[in-house]
Every structure is written in structure tokens, then in C-alpha cells.
């Protein structure tokens, strides 16, 4: 239940508010504003702004009937906490979003290109390939299906009596039993009921989340809460189109704007993707059924299509071979078409496609289940399903389109060097590999393991195509690589520590040395490190990934076996490697795919794991869809709009000072936010940061949104920043501006522990932080007052309550 406050209680006008954003992993608000008894004063069960029970005005037996009985007078400004903890990690239905991750992976591809001023058609390039990519990965995934339960159930071991025997639940569709289910095409529509409904369950929640993201409206741009209109700057007139953040293909002009200001954040329409998150989700829908649409009508066609088949189902089968790829043609048109539009909110749906696309490819794969179910004496179901070659196709045009993106990514990286770019700039080619590689994992681990199921023996069934089968057999030389990398990495550190050792000594002259104390500091300051070589871990990944993946593609496809097949007139030595690395490949694969489904149970049951997943949520979906659909929604569509309309209805309503506190993940979104603030809202919001990633993590990896010109931008329009880190933190770090633009924003690094040994003010050792208890340092309350003194030369005065607000919003006291 909502709560009033303020003025409504008699009280003096508020002044000074600090309005908390927590970071990755949620916590409650009672946590954020220490105190037990909090009162929701505006939103809802998903992300909500609290406070204290004794600043609302309601007394302190909850009855709300006001008063200054029992008031605790206040030191500071008022705090409010924003929760929005359960935008990543609220239902059970959150378990399913494991299913996404591959797509939320090449989402974060789009947004992790180089800035690149003046060069739109290069950024809609970059923004197509991925999205081109992205849409592979959702055919890879409805293949996956239609090879489980197509080829292996209703192909391979319905089709053999031993294996029926085994499964007593397939009797009715073995050639054996002679029922009407058991014609091989029958059996293959029956069995597309399983990818036709992951595909629609895809739809399903990808419908679901945006009608719960994308429809929140950014505050309007004009007028402003204070009547002077808000025209961010690279947000002019012009046609509504991609930004250069996007890759869009409607406004050239873009990219220039964003140059201008730095940052495409800014944008009154960057938060609001509902236009094309819609049509991506009708192509990606459409270009699932047509996946089945393939997979059903294949072997029938290269049945028909013999010497002597019948010459009607022969016409029929190339004019829906013929239609499939029509419907490819246009899944692809649509895709190509549009990017995002930034400019200004596209209210636009464009229903007709979004509705008829799905619906043609529904209709069409109707017509190929009464073609395929036929009857057709003589028609055998042996060996695979035939068109199993088009996994190799597939993952042939994932390598390509990735090799492309890398190219365009080098390309617009040497336009303007970044030297703090990770990778150079290849890091969204990288992790658009990376996906493609989670993706093969995936399909065909759960291959492997139904293949399994099914026959244990592995001799009744030919299994799946052996593609599938060298992908899990690259699975231990890239781990065995990977284990030398962070051997390399542990040496590293440990170097590092000791180097420290002599660092803390000196920082603490005069007192007593604790040879433990001075390893324990000297350990956390070298493991937060690590972070920085994330883009070195990237790199060795995404080479061996490459090297190993092009490997298993030209085994598959020059061999046509499986590795032990391959390398069974070899030497005995590769013999040896080729079982070994296959054997044990399946059995990672397995028990992988076995890990992965009990996590989703238990987040599924438990809130406490449905956390732990929030928390990988909370750093991949701070990003909108664009370039997959079916990727888990963007939570900062709601909390970005959130943090905009408090800030800029309170400062209307009361004229005072606003502190904005972010940690962690809080302060990206708290930066995010104030960038869309009118200008005379920025003018009374200061910017405090604490443990924030927005230069160490986002400005590496996303340089195009969080580069040294964004940054550099950002602290123009909110003077008033501070940023607080320590070296322990393996999370957080100073805000560094282009040739030091930035000296004043960044506090020197927070003592961690406050004091080394004890004291009479600490009798017992001080606990080493890291990333954790900014507020407890001294120096977080001295620079939000400092913060708060630097805002008030500039304050305007008071408005009247009267006066009309923002578009949409009712004056009078704030709810």
C-alpha cells in the first residue's frame, strides 16, 4: 500500500533528497535505508521507491495517523531506495530464461562496437550482421528440437523394432505395429508438435516480458517539468531512425549526432524498443515454424522426387519447397529492414506483419503436415533424417557472418583508436562467436544425451549427425586450454600479491606489521585485478573457440564420420586422442546438460537461486532487445523511466536538491537515467557513484555508449559527480575522462579496511570490503554534503503547488 508524505502532515517543505539505486544481486529496502519499518511510497511489486516509516508522515504504530509522537529527528538529506531486484529475479517463471542465455549473449554483441563518428552506414552494417546472427541462433535452436524429436524419436527409433522394444511408449508409431501413425511422414508430423511448441513458447514469453518492459513510456520530452523544453543534444529533427548506438537503417544522420554529445543514451527513444523488439519477435517466430516447416517436408520431397514417385505429391513438395523459401526470403527482408529508432519513441507496431508473418508460416507448416502425412506405400524410414547437412550450413554461416563483424568492427575501431577498448574493438565480434559456440553446446549436448536415452548401447540408432558429435569432442582441448590460461593467470596474481605486500607496508608506517593482515590486503587488491584481464580471457577463448570449431566443421564435413571413425587407419597415438577427446567430450556434454537442468529446477522452487541468476541477469539485460527478441527483457526500459519521473516530478514539486546514489549496477542505471533527464532537472541532481563499473567494465567493453567521450559528456551535464572505488574491489574503479577531462569526479581510492590493525575506535580487526558497505566510510557521507553544498548556489526557487507538471501527470503533492 502506497503511503503520503511531506507537506501533507504539516510539515516543512523537503529540500534534499538522496534517491539509492542498489546493484547486481537485489537486497530489500530495509537493508538500503537501515531501518526495519519501510512504507512503499510509489510503485509496484516488481520495482518500487521506499522510505523510512518516520519520513512518510505515518506514525509509528502504522496507523497513518501522522503527527511528531515518536518522530526521530533527521540528519541529512531524506533517503528513498529504488528496488528494482525483482525486474531480474521475481517468479519461478524466471527459471526459463536459462533457455535464453545464448540469445542474450549475441544481444550483448550489438551494443559492444566501437565508436564510430560519422560513418552511419558502417554502424547499420555492424548492427545487421548481428542481428543476422542472432537469428541463426534461434534456427539452431528449433533445429536442435526437430533433430531430438524428429530425427532420433520419430525417425531413427521408431523406425527399428529394437529400439521400440526398449521404449514401450513408441509401439504405436513402429512400422510393426501397422497403425495409421506409423507411415514415417505421420510420425514426423506428430513429433513437430515438440519444436512448434518450444517455438511458440519463445513467442509466448518473449510477448509476455515486452508487454511488460517495453510498453513504459520515458518521461516526454517536451514540454519539460519546468517549461523550457528538452531538446537533447544529437537529438534534433530528422526522421526516426537507428541510432548510432544501433545500427539502424531509418536516420543517417545519427551517428553525427551522437559524436556531438557522446553518448546515444541520451535519446528520448533509446529506452524504448517496443517497435522493433515486435517485429523481430514476428521474424524470429516465423523463421522457427519454417525451421519444422524444413525439417517435415525434406525427406518427403526426396521421396517424391525419385525415379518414379508420383508426380502430384513431386509438384506439391517443390511448390512448398518452393514457398519455404520465400518465407525464408522474407524472414530475412524483415530482419534487414529496420533497426531500432532512438531519436524520439516510435509509437508504431506495425501490426500487419507482426501479425501476419507468424501466421503465413503457421499456415505453411499446416500444408507441409498434410503433405508429409500422405500416404506413401513403400517409404522407409533409415539411417538419418535427411537434411541433416544443414547443421554444417548453419554453423559455416555463423563462422562467416562473425569473420564479417570482426571486419567491421576492426574497420570502425581504426577510425578512432580507443586504447581502452577490450580487444581492440573485436569484443562484440567475440562474444557474437561466443553465443554461436553456447548455442552448438547446447543443441548438441541435448542431442547427445536423448541419442543416449534412447540407446545406450549406441548400436541400434545411427545418432545424431556427426557434426554435433565433433562439437563435444573440441569440449576438452578448449577446457584443457582454458586451464592453462588461468594457471598462467593464478602465477600472475600471486606475483601481483607480493608486489602488494610492500605497498600496504608502506601505507601503514608506524604501526605494528601483521604479517597476515598485510597478505590478506595485499590478496584482495591483487584478485580485483583479475577484472581487468577479462578482455585477455576473451581473446584466448574466442581463438580457441574459432580455431577448434573450424576444426570440427572440416572433420564433419571432408570425414562424414564421427572422430573415432575418422581417425580409425591413423597412427595410434591420434587414435588415442580422437576416442579419449570424444568419450569425454560426450560425458561433459552430459553432465553439463544434467547441471543446467537441475539449476533451472531449483530456481524454478527456490527464490534464493532465482537470485543467484538475477545476478547474471542484473550485468546482460541492462541492454534492449535489439538484436534478438527471445533474449530475457531489458529491466533498465522500466528502471530508467522510473528514476526520470521521481527525479523530475519531486525537483518540480519541491525546487530542492537531489543526490542520485548508485552502487555497482546501480550506478550504470543511475548514469543511464540522468542522461535523459531535461536540462533543468540536471541542474539541481548531483551524481554520486560508488563501486561503479561505468569506465572499468562499460567503458571497455561498450566503448561506442560508455567511451572516455560519453563519460566526458556525462559529467557535463551533471557537474555535481563524485565517484568513489577501492582497490579491492574487483568490481568497481575510478572514472577516467579523455586527458584526465574528468580530474574532479573521481574521490582517491577508499581505505579498505579502514584502519589496519586495532585502535580504540576499532578494538577488533575492520573487515576488508572490496566491493561492499560503500556507506560505511566516512568519505560517503562527507561528498554527498559536499555534493549537496556544490547545488545550492544554483538552486531556483520554490514553485508554487499549483504548478502544472509534467504531460500526463496530476499536480499536487507527490504519491
Not at 347 to 361: F, K, M, S, T
Not at 396 to 402: I, K, S
Not at 528 to 556: E, H, K, N, Y
Request: hydrophobic share 45%; with cysteine; charged share 20%.
Amino acid at each position: 500500500m502506497e503511503r503520503p508524505y511531506g507537506a501533507r502532515y504539516g510539515e516543512p517543505p523537503e529540500t534534499e533528497l538522496e534517491l539509492l539505486v542498489h546493484g547486481v544481486g537485489g537486497t530489500t529496502p530495509e537493508k538500503m535505508l537501515g531501518d526495519p519499518r519501510t512504507v512503499r511510497v510509489t510503485g509496484d511489486d516488481t520495482a518500487a521507491v521506499f522510505r523510512r516509516a518516520v519520513d512518510t508522515g505515518a506514525a509509528l504504530d502504522g496507523s497513518g495517523a501522522g503527527g511528531e509522537a515518536g518522530r526521530e529527528p533527521r540528519s541529512g538529506p531524506v533517503r528513498e531506495a529504488y528496488v528494482w531486484c525483482n525486474l531480474t529475479s521475481g517468479d519461478g517463471s524466471r527459471a526459463l530464461w536459462l533457455l535464453l542465455l545464448p540469445f542474450m549473449v549475441v544481444n550483448l554483441a550489438h551494443w559492444m562496437r566501437p565508436a564510430a563518428p560519422g560513418r552511419p552506414r558502417v554502424v547499420r552494417l555492424y548492427g545487421l550482421l548481428v542481428r543476422l546472427s542472432a537469428l541463426t541462433l534461434t534456427v539452431l535452436l528449433v533445429a536442435a528440437a526437430c533433430e531430438v524429436a524428429l530425427d532420433l524419436v520419430a525417425w531413427q527409433c521408431a523406425g527399428v523394432q529394437d529400439c521400440v522394444r526398449r521404449h514401450s511408449w513408441l509401439g504405436f508409431l513402429s512400422p510393426a505395429a501397422g497403425g495409421w501413425w506409423s507411415a514415417p511422414g505421420r510420425r514426423l508430423a506428430l513429433a513437430a508438435a515438440l519444436p512448434v511448441t518450444l517455438t511458440g513458447l519463445l513467442w509466448y514469453l518473449s510477448r509476455r516480458t515486452w508487454r511488460a518492459y517495453e510498453s513504459h513510456r520515458p518521461l516526454p520530452s517536451a514540454p519539460d517539468p519546468a517549461g523550457d523544453g528538452h531538446e537533447p543534444v544529437g537529438s534534433g529533427p530528422g526522421p526516426a531512425g537507428g541510432g548510432a548506438g544501433s545500427g539502424g537503417a531509418e536516420s543517417p544522420g545519427d551517428d553525427a549526432g551522437s559524436a556531438v554529445h557522446g553518448s546515444a543514451l541520451v535519446r528520448p527513444g533509446f529506452w524504448y524498443g517496443r517497435r522493433l523488439v515486435a517485429r523481430l519477435r514476428a521474424a524470429h517466430t516465423a523463421a522457427g515454424l519454417l525451421t519444422v516447416t524444413g525439417a517435415v517436408t525434406t525427406p518427403a520431397v526426396r521421396f517424391d522426387h525419385r525415379s518414379g514417385g508420383p508426380a502430384v505429391l513431386d509438384v506439391l513438395g517443390l511448390l512448398l519447397a518452393a514457398a519455404l523459401l520465400a518465407g525464408a526470403a522474407a524472414v530475412v527482408a524483415v530482419v534487414c529492414r529496420r533497426g531500432r529508432s532512438e531519436r524520439r519513441p516510435d509509437q508504431r507496431l506495425d501490426r500487419h506483419l507482426v501479425r501476419r508473418l507468424p501466421l503465413a508460416a503457421l499456415a505453411l507448416l499446416l500444408l507441409a503436415l498434410v503433405y508429409a502425412g500422405w500416404s506413401r506405400p513403400g517409404w522407409r524410414s533409415t539411417g538419418r533424417l535427411p537434411g541433416d547437412p544443414s547443421f554444417g550450413a548453419l554453423m559455416l554461416a555463423q563462422g562467416v557472418l562473425v569473420v564479417a563483424l570482426a571486419a567491421v568492427a576492426g574497420y570502425l575501431h581504426r577510425r578512432r583508436p580507443d586504447p581502452r577498448a577490450a580487444m581492440r574493438g573485436l569484443g562484440g565480434p567475440a562474444v557474437a562467436l561466443l553465443a554461436c559456440a553456447l548455442g552448438g553446446v547446447i543443441s548438441g549436448g541435448v542431442a547427445q544425451r536423448v541419442s543416449d536415452w534412447l540407446d545406450g548401447t549406441r548400436a541400434l540408432l545411427t545418432g545424431p549427425p556427426v557434426l554435433l558429435t565433433w562439437q563435444a569432442s573440441v569440449i576438452p582441448p578448449l577446457l584443457a586450454t582454458l586451464l592453462l590460461l588461468a594457471a598462467g593467470l593464478a602465477l600472475h596474481t600471486a606475483r601481483l600479491a607480493r608486489a602488494e605486500r610492500d605497498r600496504v607496508r608502506r601505507e601503514h608506517p608506524g604501526e605494528p606489521e601483521d604479517p597476515s593482515r598485510t597478505r590478506a590486503i595485499a590478496h584482495a587488491r591483487a584478485m580485483a585485478t583479475l577484472t581487468d584481464r577479462a578482455p585477455l580471457v576473451v581473446a584466448v577463448l574466442t581463438a580457441a573457440t574459432l580455431v577448434l570449431g573450424s576444426v570440427a566443421l572440416a572433420g564433419a564435413l571432408v570425414t562424414r564420420k564421427t572422430p573415432d571413425g575418422a581417425a580409425h587407419h591413423t597412427h595410434h597415438l591420434v587414435r588415442a586422442v580422437a576416442e579419449t577427446s570424444q568419450a569425454l567430450g560426450s560425458w561433459l556434454v552430459g553432465l553439463g546438460f544434467l547441471l543446467f537442468v537441475t539449476w533451472g529446477r531449483r530456481a524454478y522452487k527456490d527464490a534464493s537461486a532465482r537470485r543467484t541468476i538475477g545476478i547474471l541477469w542484473d550485468v546482460g539485460t541492462f541492454w534492449p532487445r535489439a538484436a534478438h527478441p527471445f533474449a530475457p527483457p531489458c529491466y533498465a526500459e522500466r528502471a530508467v523511466p522510473d528514476l526520470t519521473w521521481r527525479m523530475a516530478t519531486w525537483t518540480r514539486r519541491t525546487g530542492g536538491r537531489l543526490v542520485l546514489s548508485g552502487h555497482s549496477q546501480g550506478s550504470v542505471l543511475a548514469a543511464a537515467a540522468a542522461w535523459q533527464l531535461p536540462p533543468s532537472v540536471r541542474g539541481r541532481v548531483a551524481l554520486l557513484t560508488y563501486g561503479s563499473p561505468l569506465e572499468r567494465l562499460y567503458g571497455r567493453w561498450f566503448p561506442a555508449h560508455f567511451g572516455p567521450p560519453a563519460l566526458a559528456a556525462l559529467h557535463h551535464d551533471i557537474d555535481c559527480w563524485r565517484n568513489l572505488h577501492r582497490r579491492t574491489d574487483p568490481i568497481g574503479g575510478p572514472v577516467r575522462g579523455p586527458d584526465d577531462t574528468c580530474p574532479d569526479v573521481d574521490h582517491e581510492p577508499l581505505r579498505d579496511p579502514l584502519v589496519y590493525g586495532r585502535t580504540p575506535d576499532h578494538p577488533l580487526p575492520a573487515p576488508i570490503l572490496g566491493h561492499s558497505d560503500y556507506q560505511s566510510d566516512p568519505a560517503f557521507t562527507q561528498e554527498r554534503a559536499r555534493l549537496l553544498t556544490r547545488l545550492r548556489p544554483e538552486l531556483p526557487g520554490q514553485r508554487p503547488e499549483t504548478e502544472p507538471g509534467p504531460p500526463g501527470e496530476a499536480a499536487g503533492p507527490p504519491a
